[in-house]
């Protein structure tokens, strides 16, 4: 087995896409298990660290998991139900109701939390777990950890904001503000940033989340859709890309894909040090941007959260050049 390089932390559940009235069709999901899942047919080594029911599906979870190619020894189990969330799609975005109460991945809690190897460079949390305990607080106390380490690993936070599943906006904010501060990259989108700081510009949303000399992401990634995304960095100016041009059949997992893309783009041009953050080139940022944007927008291209294999991007980047 190969030594892994990412770790993701987070929820599984299964999707209900509504395909006509009260007619839905299941897919596997959760922000943290479609970043794995991309992760993985991305060609890195991905561990994955949750709790699954034992339910039928769970097992349909974990069997996903296993079968693309994700390190699962993370993963605990549990007699919970399996989260579910069902997913409306509009033509601007999509609409989700979530079904969290007492399930198997909201109640992630172990005593000791996992030790990560030294081969793993890069630690993504963020999303819908960080909504329910115990397993928010677990999860903030593994991303505390990770802190103060001799060869401290790139700690990726993206929110993923879903406001139908957030009670306290006000407190949530605050919350945000401490996570990121825990994080040396953060990556979220446009939504998500009119969420977080209504009446703000992308650029000050972003500037707010590096305010701190001494924590918080070293860069901050916005997406805006088809418009594209922008690198904020600390002292530099902003740097901007397009979004390949494609037919849209569903959005479903494509912020999660681009986290994959931003990770696994990072690791290829060798970054596995927060310093290297600050010092990468301009055009080495553009070319992980790039990557990353091109990957999900594959994943656009297709029904579901269905990222693709490193070879597909490969086509797509090639063709592009």
């Known amino acids: 087995?190969?030594?892994?390089?990412?770790?993701?932390?987070?929820?599984?559940?299964?999707?209900?896409?509504?395909?006509?009235?009260?007619?839905?069709?299941?897919?596997?999901?959760?922000?943290?298990?479609?970043?794995?899942?991309?992760?993985?047919r991305l060609g890195q080594p991905i561990g994955f660290i949750s709790q699954l029911s034992t339910d039928l599906f769970g097992e349909r979870l974990l069997q996903h998991l296993q079968s693309n190619g994700v390190n699962t020894e993370w993963v605990l189990?549990?007699?919970?139900?399996?989260?579910?969330?069902f997913v409306e799609r509009t033509p601007q975005t999509n609409r989700y109701a979530f079904y969290t109460?007492?399930?198997?991945?909201?109640?992630?809690?172990?005593?000791?939390?996992?030790?990560?190897?030294?081969?793993?460079?890069?630690?993504?949390?963020?999303?819908?777990a960080l909504l329910h305990e115990p397993a928010a607080s677990?999860?903030?106390?593994l991303v505390l950890a990770q802190q103060g380490q001799p060869n401290p690993r790139i700690v990726l936070f993206d929110p993923n904001?879903?406001?139908?599943?957030?009670?306290?906006?006000?407190?949530?904010?605050?919350?945000?503000?401490?996570?990121?501060?825990?994080?040396?990259?953060?990556?979220?989108?446009?939504?998500?940033?009119?969420?977080?700081?209504?009446?703000l510009s992308l650029a000050e949303v972003a500037a707010s989340f590096m305010a701190s000399d001494s924590s918080g992401p070293r860069a901050v990634v916005i997406t805006r859709g088809g418009d594209g995304a922008t690198l904020?960095?600390?002292?530099?100016?902003?740097?901007?890309?397009?979004?390949?041009?494609?037919?849209?059949?569903?959005?479903?997992?494509?912020?999660?894909?681009?986290?994959?893309?931003?990770?696994?783009?990072?690791?290829?041009?060798?970054?596995?040090?927060?310093?290297?953050?600050?010092?990468?080139?301009?055009?080495?940022?553009?070319?992980?941007?790039?990557?990353?944007?091109?990957?999900?927008a594959i994943n656009c291209t297709r029904e579901g959260a269905n990222p693709p294999t490193r070879a597909e991007l490969q086509v797509a980047l090639d063709a592009a050049s």
Not at 138 to 141: H, P
Not at 191 to 199: I, M, R, S, T
């Open 161 to 199: 904001v879903r406001l139908s599943l957030i009670k306290d906006l006000p407190a949530y904010r605050v919350n945000v503000q401490r996570w990121a501060a825990a994080s040396n990259l953060m990556k979220f989108s446009d939504e998500d940033a009119a969420a977080l700081a209504p009446g």
């Open 101 to 128: 109460q007492g399930t198997a991945d909201t109640q992630w809690a172990p005593a000791v939390l996992p030790t990560l190897p030294d081969s793993c460079r890069f630690l993504q949390f963020g999303s819908i």
């Open 232 to 296: 904020f960095r600390r002292g530099k100016a902003p740097l901007e890309i397009a979004a390949p041009k494609i037919t849209v059949a569903d959005t479903i997992g494509a912020g999660d894909t681009f986290d994959a893309g931003l990770t696994v783009g990072l690791l290829e041009h060798g970054v596995e040090q927060v310093a290297q953050l600050d010092s990468l080139p301009d055009a080495t940022w553009l070319a992980v941007l790039r990557f990353a944007a091109h990957a999900a």
């Open 1 to 40: 087995m190969q030594a892994i390089r990412i770790a993701i932390v987070g929820e599984s559940l299964i999707d209900f896409t509504a395909t006509s009235g009260l007619n839905f069709e299941g897919h596997e999901g959760g922000a943290p298990t479609n970043s794995a899942i991309a992760t993985a």
């Open 77 to 85: 189990r549990s007699d919970a139900p399996s989260t579910l969330a």
């Open 138 to 141: 677990r999860i903030t106390d």
